[in-house]
């Protein structure tokens, strides 16, 4: 009996109502309801929401019978992971659509720390409790004593409460932070779990979020075997660097070794440039367009979730020439590579499966604004929003297409995201207002574990509660195009 059937038989018994009358109630089949309650068999989407009803669920109830459901049907595992993601992208929403007052000050906790002028060159520790206590004593005294706050990490990016501190002390923090780690992410391991990867990535990306913070991110990859994330000439793989200090810690984080002294500081930290210099960026920061939207060719492209729908496959020079700016400096040389890029991905991409949001269309179709800098492109005219428009419409219609609406009341997604499912990774870029700044970040995870759970999610999302009817999408759809012709 799995968890869900079980839960069902506690909620029949608790309804006070017999298999036949439940069944009576919610016009559903009393055998199927029987075999349901024993476990033999998981209901249809029908005749969950029958049965729901029947039952006079809340609306947490049903939320949390739906969790049970999902996990018997997929399993733990794949359960957690779908998820994660889905907090990832209401997260992401929420720390771009909601400015954070800048009005927290840090308060040092009673620790050996306070005392710097008693301080031994060399402390160590030996609890995993009190290496975490000595790890977040350090990050403390760094943001109060320092003038400008820096820390550079050398952790498993599984150590999520490590970074889950430096969030919480950093939100609404009136000091600034200057962050760099590197990480070391497993080559495909069988024993992964990528349910807690996607949920450190879900850490770092709200780090980079916060506007106190200049996050950079590297990371590399190493093999299952090795014991170690990479060898360095230390006593333990791991350390944490702040403006004056070396923290090394062992393998399980059980144990560590508080270093005040210079030689072994700057020993460190010529090893962390080592380090960042063997790796490739993870999370990149820019306001310049070409630093993080890639115009090379995308091939074997699955999945794009993004505000608006492809447009890509519909733009042709004509429209670019009529659309961007021409004052620009590097005008034709970006024409150049919008053509190509949006070329590419006509020839190459024909079935990508598109997710877009219709708040964000309508939004667009009023003022003709894109994810791009100001003076890279004219607000598009109203003529050409209406022509693309009708061209996504027909291409739903008829099913030359694959484009799914997003249930706004069922997630929470802004214009600031776009996911993309590429073959061997997955591309978020994020574009969103900071100090009215348009701001650029792109972030590329190759994790095979992490591409596979986002795959999973991508493919079981447009089968979810979490996207529209094509019948209700097409009359929204045609909603829009009569707003837009007015």
């Given amino acids: 009996?799995?968890?869900?059937?079980?839960?069902?038989?506690?909620?029949?018994?608790?309804?006070?109502?017999?298999?036949?009358?439940?069944?009576?109630?919610?016009?559903?089949?009393?055998?199927?309801?029987?075999?349901?309650?024993?476990?033999?068999?998981?209901?249809?989407?029908?005749?969950?929401?029958?049965?729901?009803?029947?039952?006079?669920?809340?609306?947490?109830?049903?939320?949390?019978?739906?969790?049970?459901?999902?996990?018997?049907?997929?399993?733990e595992t794949v359960s957690y992971s779908r998820r994660q993601i889905f907090d990832l992208i209401e997260m992401i929403s929420e720390l771009t659509e909601y400015k954070i007052p800048f009005s927290k000050e840090i308060d040092l906790k009673v620790s050996p720390l306070d005392n710097q002028q008693s301080a031994e060159?060399?402390?160590?520790?030996?609890?995993?409790?009190?290496?975490?206590?000595?790890?977040?004593?350090?990050?403390?005294?760094?943001?109060?004593?320092?003038?400008?706050?820096?820390?550079?990490?050398?952790?498993?990016?599984?150590?999520?409460?490590?970074?889950?501190?430096?969030?919480?002390?950093?939100?609404?923090?009136?000091?600034?932070?200057?962050?760099?780690?590197?990480?070391?992410?497993?080559?495909?391991?069988?024993?992964?779990?990528?349910?807690?990867a996607v949920a450190a990535l879900r850490h770092l990306i709200a780090l980079s979020l916060l506007e106190n913070i200049n996050y950079r991110s590297c990371y590399y990859y190493f093999s299952p075997e090795t014991?170690?994330?990479?060898?360095?000439?230390?006593?333990?793989?791991?350390?944490?660097?702040?403006?004056?200090?070396?923290?090394?810690?062992?393998?399980?984080?059980?144990?560590?070794?508080?270093?005040?002294?210079?030689?072994?500081?700057?020993?460190?930290?010529?090893?962390?440039?080592?380090l960042v210099a063997r790796s490739q960026t993870f999370i990149e920061e820019s306001t310049d367009l070409f630093e993080v939207y890639t115009m090379e060719q995308i091939r074997q492209l699955k999945h794009v979730v993004e505000p608006l729908p492809c447009f890509a496959y519909y733009i042709d020079r004509e429209l670019l020439e009529a659309n961007m700016n021409k004052d620009f400096p590097y005008y034709e040389t970006l024409l150049e590579m919008a053509v190509n890029h949006y070329g590419n991905i006509q020839r190459e991409n024909p079935n990508i499966i598109n997710v877009f949001s219709l708040k964000n269309l309508e939004q667009f179709m009023k003022d003709g604004r894109l994810n791009f800098p100001d003076e890279v492109y004219n607000v598009v005219k109203p003529a050409d929003r209406l022509y693309l428009l009708r061209l996504v419409r027909d291409d739903l219609a008829n099913n030359r297409r694959s484009y799914y609406a997003i249930d706004e009341e069922q997630?929470?997604?802004?214009?600031?995201?776009?996911?993309?499912?590429?073959?061997?990774?997955?591309?978020?870029?994020?574009?969103?207002?900071?100090?009215?700044?348009?701001?650029?970040?792109?972030?590329?995870?190759?994790?095979?574990?992490?591409?596979?759970?986002?795959?999973?999610?991508?493919?079981?999302?447009?089968?979810?509660?979490?996207?529209?009817?094509?019948?209700?999408?097409?009359?929204?759809?045609?909603?829009?195009?009569?707003?837009?012709?007015v």
């Fill in 227 to 274: 014991s170690v994330s990479m060898p360095v000439t230390a006593l333990f793989p791991y350390f944490i660097l702040t403006s004056d200090r070396v923290i090394t810690i062992s393998t399980d984080f059980s144990q560590a070794v508080l270093y005040q002294d210079a030689a072994i500081f700057d020993l460190y930290r010529t090893e962390f440039e080592r």
């Fill in 121 to 196: 060159p060399l402390e160590v520790y030996s609890d995993p409790m009190a290496v975490l206590n000595l790890i977040e004593n350090s990050i403390d005294q760094e943001l109060f004593s320092a003038t400008q706050p820096e820390l550079k990490l050398c952790i498993p990016h599984t150590e999520s409460k490590v970074y889950d501190y430096i969030f919480q002390q950093m939100m609404g923090n009136k000091k600034k932070l200057n962050l760099a780690d590197v990480l070391g992410f497993r080559q495909q391991s069988a024993t992964d779990e990528p349910g807690q």
């Fill in 411 to 485: 997630i929470f997604m802004n214009g600031s995201t776009e996911f993309s499912n590429e073959q061997n990774l997955i591309r978020v870029i994020l574009h969103y207002r900071k100090d009215n700044q348009l701001v650029f970040k792109a972030f590329e995870i190759y994790e095979p574990s992490v591409v596979a759970a986002f795959d999973d999610f991508f493919t079981s999302l447009i089968k979810s509660k979490y996207i529209l009817p094509k019948e209700q999408t097409l009359a929204e759809l045609d909603r829009l195009m009569q707003i837009c012709d």
């Fill in 1 to 75: 009996m799995t968890f869900f059937s079980k839960r069902i038989e506690e909620l029949i018994i608790e309804s006070g109502e017999t298999v036949a009358s439940l069944a009576a109630i919610g016009g559903i089949n009393r055998t199927t309801l029987q075999r349901i309650k024993s476990g033999e068999r998981l209901p249809t989407p029908e005749f969950f929401c029958n049965l729901s009803r029947a039952l006079r669920l809340s609306p947490i109830e049903q939320d949390e019978l739906a969790q049970l459901l999902e996990i018997a049907r997929v399993g």
